[in-house]
């Protein structure tokens, strides 16, 4: 078995504005890409169909590691209420690609690790939390390998590594 990169942490956060602002100046990262509301349809929650899940977030990168930051714009069931209810904040998931999607979710439900949440973007992607607490203390997103996931990553360490303080906030091209 090919060992496993984790590839992200991700926070749910009660403010987006003021999350970033916090990090940035703790730790000095920016800026911060996206910030527009997403939609998720096609949510399964244990997979029954579920509302959307509305949220806004964020990417940063931190040297090598992406950092998400999550806020919820709604407060129907999903992976993300699973574990904060509204106006908490913590971390929530870590993130991964799989070259087979499929056969990494089943892999991980197999061995004892349900699929909480599992969705499609508005580009058409399926992503889905497994419930890892037990095992991480927190969820583990995966990802299709997708040219547009890949492109907001790469996006983030390109915008990072240009960044000159001005505009903490920047949208996804």
Do not use: K
Not at 53 to 81: H, K, T, W, Y
Not at 103 to 124: C, H, I, K, N
Not at 133 to 151: M, S
Request: net charge negative; with cysteine.
């Amino acid at each position: 078995m090919e060992a496993i990169a984790i590839i992200q942490n991700a926070y749910v956060v009660r403010n987006l504005e003021e999350a970033c602002e916090r990090l940035n100046r703790l730790m000095g990262i920016g800026p911060f890409v996206g910030g527009v509301e997403a939609v998720l349809e096609q949510h399964r929650y244990h997979g029954e169909p579920a509302e959307p899940i509305r949220l806004r977030g964020v990417f940063v990168q931190s040297g090598d590691l992406n950092i998400e930051l999550i806020e919820m714009l709604s407060d129907g069931p999903c992976a993300f209420r699973d574990m904060f209810a509204p106006g908490e904040e913590g971390m929530h998931h870590s993130a991964m690609f799989c070259a087979d999607y499929e056969g990494e979710r089943d892999r991980w439900v197999a061995a004892g690790y349900p699929v909480a949440s599992e969705f499609t973007t508005a580009f058409g992607a399926s992503i889905c939390y497994i419930d890892t607490r037990p095992l991480l203390g927190h969820f583990l997103e995966l990802y299709p390998e997708d040219a547009v996931i890949r492109g907001m990553y790469r996006q983030t360490v390109e915008e990072a590594e240009g960044w000159d303080g001005a505009q903490l906030i920047v949208p996804w091209r």
